[in-house]
């Protein structure tokens, strides 16, 4: 079951404003990865289900870092009640999907599990706020809309919390765009995550893009206060 409350989890989200995410399918590079993001400041990171067993190598570093108190460790591209259900059982403290999906919406609400649905027009915000949803990814991010779509949703919809995912990068001027039109988080992957500090190991590098990155994020929420929970 899930570690850390839904609460939690979403304050985290909002708090630090940004959810790494990333997948890899040998768990000691995972691991690096995590605790190169946990040690750059950030609190949830999100692994996604991509590969071939990916849910072993989601368990393990759910074991791996059970003791360590800044990991709040979510799955993402979940389409399906049957692979949340998996993953929650294996510790998941966060669901992420590119589509927005009733039955897991129920499945993680009966589990008090925070469910963040891709969705790409108000209609499908709207929804999965009446499932319970308190953050809704917009996703793919940029072709949706990028920044003017948040800022167009904000007016219609102020209690919307919005976590694009899909379009963002670490540069200032990105991240501007999207606080500045109203995101609560962000989304942030291969931007963050780039597949050549990976395959050299260079997980110091990860860690202190992370520092820099969260650092201009705290900037831009001072000048952008988020709506927290």
């Given at each position: 079951m899930a570690k850390f409350s839904r609460v939690t989890v979403l304050n985290n989200?909002?708090?630090?404003g940004m959810v790494p995410v990333f997948y890899h399918p040998d768990v000691d590079v995972a691991e690096q990865i995590v605790r190169a993001c946990l040690d750059g400041g950030v609190r949830c990171v999100e692994f996604t289900?991509?590969?071939?067993?990916?849910?072993?190598?989601?368990?393990?570093?759910?074991?791996r870092f059970w003791e360590d108190g800044r990991a709040i460790l979510g799955v993402g591209s979940v389409v399906d009640p049957a692979t949340a259900g998996l993953y929650?059982?294996?510790?998941?403290?966060?669901?992420?999907?590119?589509?927005?999906?009733?039955e897991v919406a129920r499945l993680c609400n009966r589990r008090k599990v925070a469910y963040s649905p891709g969705c790409g027009s108000a209609s499908e915000i709207s929804e999965a706020e009446e499932l319970g949803v308190e953050i809704a990814k917009v996703f793919p991010g940029s072709q949706v809309g990028g920044p003017a779509f948040v800022k167009a949703i904000s007016g219609p919809m102020p209690w919307t919390r919005i976590m694009p995912t899909g379009g963002v990068s670490p540069e200032k001027e990105n991240l501007r765009?999207?606080?500045?039109a109203g995101a609560a988080c962000?989304?942030?992957?291969?931007?963050?995550?780039?597949?050549?500090?990976?395959?050299?190991?260079?997980?110091?590098a990860i860690r202190q893009k992370t520092v820099e990155t969260l650092a201009l994020i705290q900037d831009l929420k001072a000048q952008y206060p988020p709506k927290m929970m």
């Open positions: 989200m909002i708090g630090t289900n991509r590969g071939d067993q990916a849910h072993l190598v989601f368990g393990e570093l759910v074991r929650i059982q294996l510790g998941a403290s966060f669901v992420v999907g590119p589509i927005l999906n009733p765009a999207w606080f500045g962000v989304g942030m992957g291969s931007k963050l995550i780039t597949k050549e500090l990976v395959t050299a190991g260079d997980f110091d």
